[in-house]
């Protein structure tokens, strides 16, 4: 089955804790992107990823980190310096190229941070 | 500023009817349009969508339109159905010289009566 996989669902965190979410896809796609969404809220960009080794900020990249070490995984750090941590964050992943932009999501990991 | 508006947070509609979601954009760089479905703690699905150089789309119960001098898009789904009832997201990118990188709207509720 190919697709997107996001591990935890839920995710508990004291405040001050650095913590890792985790995107694995097996589509062979060579782009991959962090959202947040927040209640009422579209989906904001956080980082993303068009090739491996490289990846660029998008529009609310303070307080998160990330590393693009193999094509099938994107894992993204949320630290201590992220000043609202709470928020489902949602990975996706693309084919990069003119066909189409069309992105697809995993499930999603609901971070609670106490 | 956003590039992207779903001026309705919300849309109510009887089972049988047509649903009419609407999306306006202000950057006239926007060349594809998509729109995504989001059920509550999941991630979003893409539905449909749309590149510049056509003014309709239509697949199944889902049409998207595209007015591109009035820089609109709506989705029609018709008839309406209670397992339609999520957020629908609309979302744009400006495939040539960009990285694939979609701008989402807030978003619109649908919730459809039986």
């Known amino acids: 089955d190919g697709g997107i996989t996001q591990s935890p669902k839920y995710l508990f965190r004291k405040e001050g804790q650095n913590v890792t979410l985790s995107c694995e896809q097996n589509?062979?796609?060579?782009?991959m992107y962090w959202y947040r969404q927040d209640p009422g809220q579209g989906l904001r960009l956080i980082y993303y990823?068009?090739?491996?080794?490289?990846?660029q900020k998008g529009d609310i990249a303070e307080g998160y980190s990330v590393s693009r070490e193999k094509k099938e995984s994107f894992p993204l750090t949320v630290t201590s310096a992220q000043k609202n941590p709470t928020a489902f964050y949602l990975c996706?992943?693309?084919?990069?190229?003119?066909?189409?932009?069309?992105?697809?999501f995993g499930p999603g990991t609901r971070l609670t941070v106490l | 500023d956003q590039q992207v508006k779903q001026n309705s947070p919300s849309l109510s509609v009887q089972e049988g009817r047509i649903s009419i979601l609407n999306c306006d954009y202000t950057?006239?760089?926007?060349?594809?349009f998509l729109w995504y479905k989001k059920y509550p703690a999941e991630g979003p699905t893409f539905l449909i969508s749309?590149?510049?150089?056509?003014d309709k789309n239509e697949d199944g119960r889902f049409t998207v339109f595209l007015n591109k001098s009035a820089k609109h898009l709506s989705l029609h789904i018709v008839p309406s159905q209670p397992g339609d009832s999520a957020v629908y997201f609309c979302?744009?990118?400006?495939?040539?010289?960009?990285?694939?990188?979609?701008?989402f709207g807030k978003g619109t509720k649908l919730s459809v009566k039986p």
């Open positions: 996706a992943s693309s084919i990069v190229g003119l066909a189409g932009w069309e992105q697809f």
């Open positions: 589509l062979n796609h060579d782009a």
């Open positions: 990823s068009q090739i491996v080794n490289d990846f």
């Open positions: 950057n006239s760089m926007f060349d594809y």
């Open positions: 749309i590149s510049s150089i056509k």
């Open positions: 979302a744009a990118s400006e495939r040539k010289g960009s990285q694939g990188n979609l701008i």
